[in-house]
């Protein structure tokens, strides 16, 4: 088991365009999180899934913002019509509930997204 | 929603001494308390947390400790290192499992 990965690292975009980011969380991790992050922040949720089914999103998620778990495995966030505004990193994170507390929560790299 | 504030954004101090970190929650319900360290262009690691059921925790030269009366938490680094040179993050959430919400971090310097 690797960790949690994301897909691709780097994104760069025409403002307007539609870009779509992958996670893979580490095997058997049923909790899901994207976060996104600007430089000199600290991260800030968009939102979250328990295995196939996204529990919570943050008001920052706006309608051009879309997240599948289809499956309970792996995750997209889809942008829609980009703005310059979305440049960030994109950060997903997984934890395992194991009875009433969850194993702590595991970042991925990260995609960096720059629209232009 | 959760407001968390971290003091300060920038710590910078001499290898061996000691470094504090302090963050404040507004939302009486938070009671998981993690704090992360992210190094430049890595992803944010976790190195300690606490849960509200107790006030103290160390692991080796990190300790945090918690206030819930006051609503603060403070993470606390002894013999500093310069591979502790980093960003910390402290956050707050009302259990593990839940979204977190994070300060806007400290970026620790240590001179050796």
């Known amino acids: 088991d690797t960790g949690v990965s994301q897909n691709p690292r780097h994104k760069i975009t025409k403002r307007g365009q539609n870009v779509t980011f992958r996670c893979d969380p580490i095997?058997?991790?049923?909790?899901l999180y994207w976060y996104r992050q600007t430089l000199g922040q600290g991260p800030e949720f968009l939102t979250y899934f328990q295995n196939e089914a996204q529990l919570e999103k943050s008001r920052l998620l706006s309608d051009r913002f879309s997240a599948e778990r289809p499956k309970g495995s792996f995750s997209t966030l889809e942008i829609q019509r980009t703005e310059q505004g979305d440049s960030a990193m994109y950060l997903c994170?997984?934890?395992?509930?194991?009875?009433?507390?969850?194993?702590?929560?595991?970042f991925g790299q990260g995609t960096r997204l720059t629209v232009v | 929603g959760e407001n968390v504030e971290q003091h300060p954004s920038t710590l910078s101090v001499q290898e061996g001494d000691s470094a504090v970190i302090k963050c404040t929650y507004s939302?009486?319900?938070?009671?998981?308390f993690p704090w992360y360290k992210q190094e430049l262009g890595k992803r944010p690691q976790l190195i300690i947390d606490i849960r509200s059921n107790v006030g103290e925790k160390k692991d080796q030269r990190i300790a945090v400790t918690l206030n819930k009366t006051a609503k603060h938490f403070s993470l606390h680094i002894t013999e500093t290192q310069p591979e502790d040179s980093a960003v910390y993050f402290c956050a707050a959430s009302p259990e593990s499992g839940y979204a977190l919400n994070f300060g806007k971090g400290t970026s620790l310097l240590v001179t050796p």
């Open positions: 939302d009486s319900a938070s009671n998981y």
């Open positions: 994170a997984s934890s395992r509930e194991t009875g009433p507390m969850d194993t702590e929560a595991f």
């Open positions: 095997s058997e991790h049923n909790r």
